[in-house]
């Protein structure tokens, strides 16, 4: 008879306390995959897998390690017991590990309500190489583009459970449908390449092989003939595509386990304003059908929606147990975690407010500056703020789209680039990330 996930889990913390683990946590992962490539109107490659990862977290004392396998027979958790609980007696102390207090834990949480796993069945291979097939069709019918490189669909289904000798229980499923294309435009050393995709958690919600295959032909058409802008100091609009990375800098700074160190750019600005006063950025961990949502975090405690930003004051920073601890403060109920590692701080889905005006009404306001489309490689600085990438897109001359740009570098201070932050709203509403178009005046821009 096949284990349950609760079966397996619990399977583990029996022989941890059997090995002499004073505490621990487990976790499994079970899914199912399925991914289909085609090119040149064939298939090129089909791949489907199913397993079972498992992860064990023994205590003893102030010490902790963690061992993880891929083997659910019985054995094979009685050695992993032994093992990580001969690990932990070697480790190190940290005053700051453990398990959460009893009191502490998730209790009475609605999986249903975050419908996080679609009801309707697995698609048919044939389904998926149909959509791939499709959207590849509809890149090559755009005038301009000259190849596909890849056009993708792919369906993944997870499960996730987590048990703890803390008393904590409980898991959840998730799913997944995706479907992407990248196309290139042009020949030669005029080849330009851009790409579209869409993955959502209900297969209904998919947008259609039609869309996102037109969409990655046009978007590489346009950027024939780019060439390197003029170097400068220009404003700089980033395109809702990538604008959720500059949140992401910001997240990472807010990160509990990087203040802890003294690593962090932000350190010294909690209760600070960090974005300009008329901007939130608020985490959900409840949104339905949202690829950030769950119910607990990996350590059991139950998440809940806050203000990490509210009226541009930073208001605390991304925590789990450890961080919290270090820093004399409660968890967020960040805790993010595999089958190899111990938990670390996370974000769950994030929704930064938006504008009042359109991207093109940015552009038109703009006058002379750059629309980036595509970072490339990143030099961030996590003490300074200090913010280097590489960068495509659009040079704008006189409020108008002029021509496409590449090779070029935009740098300057996320400290001072986040608090200058003009949002449009053009943000997609079912992304886990949700972020408009952001223009940031005066920065350096490094071309030809």
């Known amino acids: 008879m096949t284990q349950s996930l609760d079966d397996i889990a619990q399977a583990m913390l029996t022989a941890a306390r059997t090995a002499g683990a004073q505490a621990a946590d487990a976790i499994v992962i079970g899914g199912t995959s399925v991914s289909i490539d085609v090119r040149a109107g064939v298939l090129e490659q089909a791949e489907r897998s199913e397993a079972t990862d498992i992860g064990l977290r023994v205590f003893m004392w102030q010490r902790q390690a963690m061992v993880s396998a891929s083997d659910t027979r019985d054995e094979t958790l009685e050695a992993m017991a032994l093992r990580a609980v001969a690990m932990a007696r ?21 999986i249903a309500a975050l419908e996080l796993a679609d009801p309707a069945p697995e698609p048919a291979p044939a389904e998926l190489e149909d959509d791939a097939r499709r959207a590849e069709a509809a890149a090559l019918a755009v005038d301009g583009v000259t190849q596909v490189q890849a056009a993708n669909a792919a369906y ?19 799913s997944t449908r995706a479907l992407s294309c990248v196309a290139i435009a042009g020949s030669g050393t005029g080849m330009e390449r851009d790409y579209d995709g869409d993955a959502r958690t209900w297969q209904t919600e998919l947008r259609s092989a039609q869309d996102i295959g037109t969409l990655a032909g046009q978007r590489a058409a346009e950027r024939l003939g780019a060439r390197r802008p003029r170097t400068g100091r220009y ?4 395109d809702e ?9 910001l997240m990472s700074a807010a990160n509990g386990a990087m203040v802890a160190r003294g690593s962090s750019w932000l350190s010294d600005a909690l209760g600070q304003p960090v974005l300009p006063d008329h901007l939130s950025l608020i985490e959900d961990p409840h949104r339905p059908r949202a ?11 139950a998440t809940r929606r806050r203000a990490v930003v509210q009226d541009g004051v930073l208001t605390g920073w991304t925590l789990d147990l450890a961080s919290a601890r270090k820093l004399g403060m409660d968890s967020t109920a960040n805790a993010a975690r595999g089958t190899s590692s111990p938990p670390s701080p996370a974000n769950w889905n994030l929704e930064l407010t938006q504008g009042e005006v359109s991207r093109d009404d940015l552009i ?3 006058g002379t500056g750059f629309l980036v489309t595509s970072l490339i490689g990143s030099t961030i600085n996590p003490n300074t703020g200090d913010y280097s990438r590489g960068a495509s897109g659009f040079w704008v001359e006189n409020g108008e789209i002029a021509y ?12 001072d680039m986040l608090r200058r932050l ?8 079912w992304l886990s990330r949700v972020v408009p178009s952001l223009l940031v005046e005066g920065m350096t821009l490094a071309g030809g």
């Open 90 to 110: 070697e480790a190190p102390e940290d005053p700051y590990a453990g398990l959460a207090d009893p009191a502490q834990l998730a209790q009475d949480w609605d």
């Open 156 to 174: 993944g289904l997870t499960d996730v459970h987590l048990a703890a000798s803390n008393g904590f229980a409980g898991g959840y499923r998730r």
């Open 235 to 238: 404003p700089v609009l980033f």
């Open 241 to 249: 595509r990538i604008s959720s990375s500059l949140i992401g800098h």
């Open 291 to 301: 690829g950030g949502s769950r119910p607990f975090d990996g350590e059991g405690l």
């Open 364 to 366: 038109r306001d703009m």
């Open 404 to 415: 496409p740009v590449n090779e070029c570098t935009i740098a300057g201070n996320l400290r």
């Open 422 to 429: 003009q949002p449009a709203n053009d943000a997609r509403p």
